[in-house]
């Protein structure tokens, strides 16, 4: 697994993180550890956690497409159009 397929993650979870912790929850009557601020950082590792699984899940599939050597499936429906009229079948 590279870093680089945490990029995404990271772009959701930083700016949520300091905007939710920094700015919104400290200066909201939520401030402090509660329910709602635990719910919250529950929240945020449960989308990583999602996030992870999923990627290594593709990661795995994909994988085993290329293990078998069998190439996935690309279904591609193309239909131009010029003046109403179908130029290529779809």
Known sequence: MKACYFYPLLGFVVPTV???????????????????????????????????MGLRTVLRDVAVLHNNDEHPEWRVRIAVEHEGQKVAPS
Request: aromatic share 12%; proline share 3%; with cysteine.
């Open 18 to 52: 300091l905007i939710g912790f920094g700015v919104v929850i400290p200066k909201s009557c939520i401030a402090g550890i509660n329910g709602l601020t635990i719910g919250f950082t529950v929240t945020l590792v449960s989308a990583c956690v999602t996030y992870w």
